[in-house]
C-alpha cells in the first residue's frame, strides 16, 4: 500500500535501498535513492510520475492496492527520464488510453525512449487540470534539468511536485525530510545539486524567482527523489537560490592524480603553506585516481578556489585528471578562481595543459601554476608551501 501524505495524495513510489550508481557509473548514490510517484485522488483521480524501469512491475501491482487502475484518469509526466517513466510501458500495458500530460519535450523525450504513441496531453505553464474540488496547474521548467521538465501545483493543498528538483538521492523509511538526519539530508541535496543542476544556476535561479512571483503558498514541496519538505518547505528553496548564485564557501579543494607521489607531495606542501597563511581555511586534498568524482564535484562546487594538479605523461596529464576536467567543465561554474600544479622529469607541458583547460571552464586563473622537477627536494618544499601561502 501506498502512504499517505494528506486525505488526497498518497505516496506510491519505489525506495530503492540499493542503488549505488545512477546515470550509469556517473552519480555515487552512497545513501540509495527513491523513486517518488504520487496519487492524487479527488472527483478525478490522476496519477504523478512512475518509478525506474527494473521496478515496473513491482510498481505497477503495489499501485493496483491503493486504486483500481480503471479508476485512472490521468498520467502527469513531470519528466520523462527513465527514473520516473520507467514503468509506463508495464502501466500503459493496463490503461493504455489514459491521458499522459506532459510539455512538448516531454512527449519527444518519452516518444524517443519508449516509442509508443500514447494518447499525450500537451501542457504549458499557467494550463490546469481540474480535479473536482482542487485543481493542479503546471508550470514549465526546462533544463531543470532536463528540456522536458515541468512542475505541478495543487491548490487547496498547497503542494508543489517539483520533479528532479529539491530532491535527493536518499533512501529513508520516513517521508519528510524533518525526520532524518538534517546533515545526512542536506550533504546529499547538495550533492544533488552540484553534481545535476549546477549548469543550470540562471535557470534554476529564474524559476524559483518567478514561482515566489506567482503568491503560491506552498505548505510542502514534493520532489521526485528523497524526502519531502513539509516543516519549513521554503529552506530548500532558499538554499538553492544560494546555491544558484556563484555558491562558494571559505573552502579550497586540491586535486591531483600522482604516479610515484611527487605530484601528491607537492599537493601537501602547497596546502601547508595555504593553512599556515589562513588557518580559517577549509582545505580539501582528493585523488581524482581514488575518490568518487561525485564527491570532487561536490567539493569544487563549495569551492571558492581549487587547485588542479597532475605529472606529465606522454606530454598531457593523468587520465583521471582529464576525465574530472570534462566533468568540471560541464559544470559551468563562475566566479571561482583555479591554479595548476604538478611534477615532471623532461617535458612538463601538464601545468600548461590543464591551466587553459580551466581558463576554458570559466575559472580565474590566478597565476601560471607551479611546476616541479623530479621529487620535490627541501628547497622544493620550501616554494612550494611559499606558493601555498601566495593563494590566500
Ligand atoms: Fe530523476 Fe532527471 O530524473
Not at 17 to 34: A, M, P, Q, R, Y
Not at 360 to 373: H, L, P, Q, T, W
Amino acid at each position: 500500500m501506498g502512504r499517505k501524505i494528506t486525505d488526497t495524495i498518497t505516496w506510491v513510489g519505489k525506495t530503492d535501498w540499493e542503488l549505488k550508481k545512477f546515470h550509469g557509473d556517473e552519480f555515487t548514490t552512497v545513501n540509495g535513492s527513491s523513486y517518488n510517484s504520487y496519487l492524487i485522488k479527488d472527483e478525478k483521480t490522476v496519477l504523478i510520475d512512475t518509478a525506474w524501469l527494473p521496478y515496473d512491475k513491482e510498481f505497477v501491482s503495489k499501485l493496483k492496492q491503493d486504486i483500481d487502475l480503471t479508476k485512472i484518469d490521468a498520467i502527469i509526466a513531470l519528466h520523462g527520464e527513465v527514473d520516473h517513466s520507467g514503468a509506463l510501458i508495464e502501466l500503459m500495458r493496463e490503461i493504455p488510453q489514459v491521458p499522459i500530460y506532459c510539455t512538448a519535450n516531454g512527449v519527444k523525450s518519452i516518444k524517443g525512449q519508449y516509442h509508443k504513441d500514447w494518447n499525450f496531453k500537451v501542457v504549458k505553464t499557467g494550463d490546469t487540470l481540474n480535479l473536482g474540488e482542487k485543481t493542479l496547474t503546471f508550470i514549465e521548467a526546462p533544463m531543470l534539468h532536463w528540456p522536458d521538465t515541468m512542475f505541478a501545483y495543487l491548490d487547496k493543498e498547497n503542494v508543489l511536485f517539483s520533479s528532479d528538483g529539491f530532491g535527493q538521492h536518499l533512501a529513508s523509511e520516513y517521508l519528510y525530510a524533518d525526520e532524518v538526519e538534517q546533515d545526512i539530508l542536506y550533504k546529499e541535496a547538495l550533492k544533488y545539486y552540484a553534481n545535476i543542476l549546477a549548469p543550470f544556476g540562471i535557470m534554476v535561479d529564474k524559476k524559483i524567482k518567478e514561482i515566489l512571483s506567482m503568491n503560491l503558498q506552498i505548505d510542502m514541496i514534493c520532489p521526485s527523489h528523497g524526502l519531502t519538505w513539509r516543516k519549513e518547505p521554503t529552506q530548500i528553496v532558499e538554499k538553492y537560490l544560494e546555491w544558484a548564485n556563484k555558491y562558494q564557501e571559505e573552502q579550497i579543494t586540491i586535486i591531483y592524480d600522482t604516479m610515484w607521489n611527487d605530484t601528491r607531495k607537492m599537493a601537501e606542501a602547497i596546502a601547508k603553506g595555504i593553512q599556515e597563511k589562513d588557518e580559517k581555511v577549509t582545505i580539501k586534498l582528493m585523488n581524482t585516481a581514488k575518490d568518487d568524482k561525485t564527491d570532487v564535484l561536490t567539493e569544487v562546487f563549495k569551492s571558492k578556489m581549487i587547485l588542479v594538479g597532475s605529472p606529465t605523461v606522454n606530454n598531457g596529464y593523468l587520465h583521471s585528471i582529464a576525465g574530472i576536467l570534462e566533468m568540471i567543465k560541464g559544470m559551468k561554474l563562475k566566479g571561482k578562481k583555479a591554479v595548476a600544479f604538478g611534477s615532471y622529469g623532461w617535458s612538463g607541458e601538464a601545468v600548461k595543459l590543464i591551466t587553459e583547460e580551466l581558463r576554458k571552464s570559466g575559472f580565474e586563473i590566478v597565476n601560471d601554476g607551479i611546476r616541479c622537477m623530479w621529487t620535490p627536494d627541501s628547497d622544493a618544499e620550501k616554494e612550494l608551501i611559499e606558493f601555498g601561502k601566495s593563494l590566500v
